[in-house]
C-alpha cells in the first residue's frame, strides 16, 4: 500500500507539473496562480503546497525535469573541457559538439522546446520570481565559465592569442547562440535553427583565429550554392 502511495504522488506531481508548463506557455508565469494550475491538473490546492513550498519551486521543479539544454550538455561528456586528447580540435569540438546538441534537443523535442520557451519568454524578474532568476543566471555563469575554459585551453594548445579577453569571447559566443534561440522560437519556419547555429558558431571560431573545419550543415550549404549557380 505504501509503494502504491508514494507512486500515486509522484503521478499527482507530474501532472501538476504538466498543467504549470501548458498555463506558463499560454498565459505566463505572471498571471498563473497555484489555484490555475490546480483547477488544470484536476487537483485541489492542498495538493499542489504538499509538493511544492510556493510557484517558484514548482517552476524550477518543472525546469529541473527537462534540464535547459546548454545546461545539460556542458555538464556531460561533450563539454568543452573534456576534449577528445588531441589539443586545440579537441576543445574546440567539445563546445560545438555540445551547442550542436542542444540545438538539436531544441529542435526534436517538444516539451525542452515549450520549456525553454517559457523559461526565457514567459517570466518577468519580480522579486516573487528571483529565485527563477537566480536559477537562470547560475545556469549562465555555468555555460560562460564552461566555454571560457575551452577557449582558452584551445588557444594554448594552438600557440594563439585571442583578440579579446577569453571571457569576453564566451559571452559573445552565448550572445550568439542565445539570440538564435529566442528569433528560433518566435518563428521556427523562419529558418534552421541547427544548421544556423552550427555555420555562426564556426563564423565566429574562425573570427577568433582558429582553423575551424567545416561541419556537413556548411558543406551541405555551399554544395547547394554551387549547385544552383551553375
Given at each position: 500500500?505504501?509503494?502504491?502511495?508514494?507512486?500515486?504522488?509522484?503521478?499527482?506531481?507530474?501532472?501538476?507539473?504538466?498543467?504549470?508548463?501548458?498555463?506558463?506557455?499560454?498565459?505566463?508565469?505572471?498571471?498563473?496562480?497555484?489555484?490555475?494550475?490546480?483547477?488544470?491538473?484536476?487537483?485541489?490546492?492542498?495538493?499542489?503546497?504538499?509538493?511544492?513550498?510556493?510557484?517558484?519551486?514548482?517552476?524550477?521543479?518543472?525546469?529541473?525535469?527537462?534540464?535547459l539544454p546548454l545546461e545539460a550538455h556542458f555538464n556531460n561528456e561533450g563539454s568543452?573541457?573534456?576534449?577528445?586528447?588531441?589539443?586545440?580540435?579537441?576543445?574546440?569540438?567539445?563546445?560545438?559538439?555540445?551547442?550542436?546538441?542542444?540545438?538539436?534537443?531544441?529542435?526534436?523535442?517538444?516539451?525542452?522546446?515549450?520549456?525553454?520557451?517559457?523559461?526565457?519568454?514567459?517570466?518577468?524578474?519580480?522579486?516573487e520570481h528571483r529565485a527563477i532568476r537566480l536559477r537562470h543566471l547560475a545556469i549562465?555563469?555555468?555555460?560562460?565559465?564552461?566555454?571560457?575554459?575551452?577557449?582558452?585551453?584551445?588557444?594554448?594548445?594552438?600557440?594563439?592569442?585571442?583578440?579579446?579577453?577569453?571571457?569576453?569571447?564566451?559571452?559573445?559566443?552565448?550572445?550568439?547562440?542565445?539570440?538564435?534561440?529566442?528569433?528560433?522560437?518566435?518563428?521556427?519556419?523562419?529558418?534552421?535553427?541547427?544548421?544556423?547555429?552550427?555555420?555562426?558558431?564556426?563564423v565566429y571560431l574562425a573570427g577568433l583565429g582558429f582553423l575551424v573545419e567545416p561541419?556537413?550543415?556548411?558543406?551541405?550549404?555551399?554544395?547547394?550554392?554551387?549547385?544552383?549557380?551553375?
Amino acid at each position: 500500500m505504501a509503494r502504491r502511495t508514494k507512486k500515486q504522488a509522484l503521478a499527482t506531481r507530474h501532472t501538476l507539473l504538466d498543467a504549470a508548463e501548458c498555463l506558463f506557455q499560454s498565459q505566463g508565469v505572471s498571471r498563473t496562480t497555484l489555484q490555475h494550475i490546480a483547477l488544470r491538473a484536476g487537483a485541489t490546492r492542498g495538493a499542489v503546497y504538499w509538493h511544492f513550498k510556493d510557484k517558484a519551486e514548482l517552476f524550477n521543479a518543472m525546469m529541473e525535469r527537462v534540464t535547459l539544454p546548454l545546461e545539460a550538455h556542458f555538464n556531460n561528456e561533450g563539454s568543452p573541457d573534456s576534449g577528445d586528447g588531441t589539443g586545440q580540435t579537441g576543445a574546440l569540438a567539445g563546445t560545438r559538439q555540445a551547442i550542436g546538441m542542444a540545438l538539436r534537443q531544441i529542435v526534436t523535442d517538444p516539451q525542452t522546446r515549450r520549456v525553454l520557451e517559457v523559461a526565457t519568454q514567459m517570466v518577468e524578474y519580480v522579486e516573487e520570481h528571483r529565485a527563477i532568476r537566480l536559477r537562470h543566471l547560475a545556469i549562465r555563469r555555468s555555460f560562460l565559465g564552461r566555454v571560457q575554459q575551452g577557449l582558452d585551453a584551445a588557444a594554448q594548445d594552438a600557440h594563439l592569442t585571442l583578440p579579446v579577453p577569453s571571457a569576453l569571447a564566451a559571452l559573445g559566443l552565448h550572445a550568439l547562440v542565445d539570440g538564435l534561440i529566442q528569433n528560433w522560437l518566435l518563428d521556427p519556419q523562419a529558418f534552421d535553427l541547427l544548421e544556423a547555429g552550427q555555420c555562426a558558431v564556426e563564423v565566429y571560431l574562425a573570427g577568433l583565429g582558429f582553423l575551424v573545419e567545416p561541419s556537413n550543415a556548411v558543406i551541405a550549404k555551399n554544395q547547394s550554392v554551387i549547385s544552383t549557380s551553375v
